[in-house]
């Protein structure tokens, strides 16, 4: 049973930083495609950033973050990153990590972004970040 689960979150000023972790257990070594979401309160689940196991597929971005936030992965440990520098108050929100076991190009093709939630199978419990101004 894969099982996913975030650290890192917290409260920041604008222009701080924080780095979000989240441990990949189970069977890890079958999550390929990965990514980070955020929802903050009256808003849809949205995409910040995407990745690959073997890195075969492009890391992707969100327009919104790209150039701030970093995503990584340590596959000896089986653990995802997303290093958020550069914070705004609009960044805050609750971010899940997200996984699935097909490949990234399985599951978008040449679609470029980092998906809709539906297209990730495996989800942790979320980590709140604030950003305050």
């Known amino acids: 049973q894969e099982q996913l689960v975030e650290s890192g979150g917290g409260s920041v000023q604008a222009g701080g930083s924080l780095r979000l972790s989240c441990v990949i257990s189970g069977y890890a070594y079958n999550m390929y495609c990965m990514a980070w979401f955020r929802q903050a309160p009256g808003k849809e689940r949205e995409g910040v950033a995407r990745?690959?196991?073997?890195?075969?597929?492009?890391?992707t971005y969100a327009g919104s973050v790209k150039g701030r936030f970093t995503i990584s992965k340590d596959n000896a440990l089986n653990i995802l990153y997303l290093q958020m520098d550069s914070l705004k108050p609009e960044d805050s929100a609750i971010y899940y990590c997200a996984a699935d076991s097909r490949r990234c190009s399985t599951i978008f093709g040449r679609t470029p972004g980092v998906g809709r939630p539906t297209q990730y199978s495996f989800w942790g419990q979320g980590t709140q970040v604030t950003v305050s101004s």
């Open positions: 990745i690959e196991r073997d890195s075969q597929s492009p890391t």
